[in-house]
């Protein structure tokens, strides 16, 4: 069978998400951020849900997620998003209403935001893309950078003694009377990838149903800020990230 | 039952050469080229197209969306 015989539209099995366009992503190659987007696309699309999803984006690198899924946005302020989906979703209860942020974003200066949202069980999702440093402004250390590792801010390896301890929000999400799911996900492999897009549709699914708040972690890789090829950033982060952040639900009430 | 053979569309103006795809195919079916695209990124192409079952593990992990995957049963 020739090359020409099995590309036609009724043998198609993949192809990149319709909400997600062809506007050029500015991710630097490999980076998680994108493999992510396409599986919020994908999920949307699937639920049928495009009229009626609203994201809102971070500050941090993810902020332009809003010219690559073609579904509503809001743009928040530094760390603020889940104050303005609390708005949002309360405003419109039918409305799938989620936040997409970076560790940065949600585990800095957006901490007592993402708590309070979760803790008071609105019916949102956050996507918390934690990849352990601040990715957008060139590197530096994140509330969230393992404890040794070299970031622009901690030349020498962050020392708890002067940086004090990383935070594992998932951990803490999983205790809030508020929250409905809580899991911790990753996208390095076929099977990760697949295991993240159910986690975010239960997520979603979650939130429609009004059940609480929903919190999904992907433990993530910032090749750039990592200096390192995008294929070692996985192996480190498999290595490295994943014994600290240990993957699966934290929490999945019924 | 026949053979499942699958064939890929790589977006190349879209790939970014991160080889993330390479490294996922099962059967070694994709390359990075020497050549550069429009935005000076060496991109993916088939070069063992013959064992592309269309598996989609390239297209899955591809983080611009660059791959369409087709498959038949022979
Ligand atoms: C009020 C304010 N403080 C600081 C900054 C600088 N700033 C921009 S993005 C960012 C953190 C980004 O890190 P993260 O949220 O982890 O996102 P990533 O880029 O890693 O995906 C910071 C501190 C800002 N833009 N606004
Ligand atoms: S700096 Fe890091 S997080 Fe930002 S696009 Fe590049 S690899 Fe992704
Ligand atoms: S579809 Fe599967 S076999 Fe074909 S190129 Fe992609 S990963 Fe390789
Ligand atoms: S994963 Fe996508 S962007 Fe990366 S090399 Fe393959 S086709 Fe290109
Ligand atoms: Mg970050």
Known sequence: MTRNEIIKPENLVYKKPTLMNDNHMHYCPGCSHGVVHKLVAEIIEEMGLREKAIGISPVGCAVFIYNYIDIDWQEAAHGRAPALATAIKRLWPDRLVFTYQGDGDLACIGTAE???ALNRGENITI???NNAIY???GGQMAPTTLMGMKTATCPYGRDPQLHGYPLKIADIAAQLEGTAYVTRQ???TVSAI???KRAIRHAF?????GKGSNLVEVVSTC???????PVKANQWMKENMVPFYPLGDLKDKK | MGKIKGAIVV???RCKGCNLCVVACPFKVIALTKEVNVRGYNYVQPVLEDACTGCCSCATVCPDGCITVYRVKE
């Not at chain 1, 090749?223 to 090829?229: A, E, I, T, V, Y």
């Open chain 1, 127 to 129: 996507i918390f893309i």
């Open chain 1, 186 to 188: 990753s996208v390095d």
């Open chain 2, 11 to 13: 977006n190349t103006d």
């Open chain 1, 205 to 209: 699914e979650n939130s429609m149903e």
């Open chain 1, 135 to 137: 990715g957008m402004t």
């Open chain 1, 194 to 196: 697949n295991k993240t």
């Open chain 1, 114 to 116: 993402t708590i309070h």
């Open chain 1, 223 to 229: 090749n750039s800020g990592w200096k390192m090829s």
